[in-house]
Nanobody, 115 residues
C-alpha cells in the first residue's frame, strides 16, 4: 500500500516562506515522478511543480520565481520550498507520486497566506 504523508503547511503572512515535505512509503525505488498540486476553494486542482528521480523539474509559471521543488530519492521524500508567498497561493497542497505507472495522492496540507 503506497502512502504519502505531507507536512509543513500553515498560516503565513504575505512575503513569508514555508517548506512542505512529503514522504512516500510502500513503493520502494519504483517511484518515478513526484510533485505538488494545489486546489483553492471553488477552483480546479492545478499543477505546482514536479521532479523526476534525476532531478529534472517542471514548475508552473505562476510560482516559478518563488517556489523550488527538490527530492531525496533515498528517503522517497519530495520538498516544496515556497518563498515570497502571496494571498493567491492560499490553497490545499497535495503531494503526488507515480508508482509503477499509477498515481497516488497525499491527504493534503493547507497553506493560508494572510495578514
Amino acid at each position: 500500500q503506497v502512502q504519502l504523508v505531507e507536512s509543513g503547511g500553515g498560516l503565513v503572512q504575505p512575503g513569508g516562506s514555508l517548506r512542505l515535505s512529503c514522504a512516500a512509503s510502500g513503493c520502494g525505488f519504483s517511484i518515478t515522478i513526484m510533485g505538488w498540486y494545489r486546489q483553492a476553494p471553488g477552483q480546479q486542482r492545478e499543477l505546482v511543480a514536479t521532479v523526476t528521480p534525476g532531478g529534472s523539474t517542471n514548475i508552473a509559471d505562476s510560482v516559478k520565481d518563488r517556489f523550488t521543488i527538490s527530492r531525496d530519492n533515498a528517503k522517497n521524500t519530495v520538498y516544496l520550498q515556497m518563498n515570497s508567498l502571496k494571498p493567491e497561493d492560499t490553497a490545499a497542497y497535495y503531494c503526488s507520486a507515480i508508482c509503477l505507472g499509477r498515481y497516488y495522492w497525499g491527504q493534503g496540507t493547507q497553506v493560508t497566506v494572510s495578514s
